[in-house]
Structures are given as structure tokens and as C-alpha cells.
């Protein structure tokens, strides 16, 4: 497993844990649906300086 795999397993893991669906992930990290979608399914990966998957752990 890449990590790339990890780290979308990981924000599905962890949103599912805390019993959110990917809009109300969305909403309170302030990334779009589709970005938490596209970071879940891996068709994106990208970081901005401060590190913005950072966000959805917040």
C-alpha cells in the first residue's frame, strides 16, 4: 500500500468513525465534497504550504 491509499483509507476511516458523511466532512474542514470524495477514492492528492489534508483532521 502506497501512501497515497494510506492517507485516503485514513480520512474515510476516521470520517466514518466519527459517523459523518463526506458533506458534513466537507463543511467542517472547509474543502468542497468533491475534493473529500476525490481524496477517499484517490483520484487526487495534492498539497497546498500549509499542508490542506492537514484540515481534514482538525
Not at 491509499?5 to 468533491?34: D, H, N, P, Y
Request: glycine share 6%; no cysteine; net charge positive.
Amino acid at each position: 500500500m502506497d501512501f497515497k491509499q494510506m492517507i485516503g483509507e485514513q480520512v474515510r476511516r476516521v470520517r466514518k468513525l466519527r459517523g459523518i458523511t463526506q458533506e458534513q466532512l466537507a463543511e467542517q474542514s472547509g474543502l468542497s465534497f468533491s475534493y473529500i470524495s476525490d481524496v477517499e477514492k484517490l483520484v487526487i492528492f495534492r498539497w497546498n504550504r500549509r499542508g490542506r489534508l492537514s484540515k481534514l483532521w482538525v
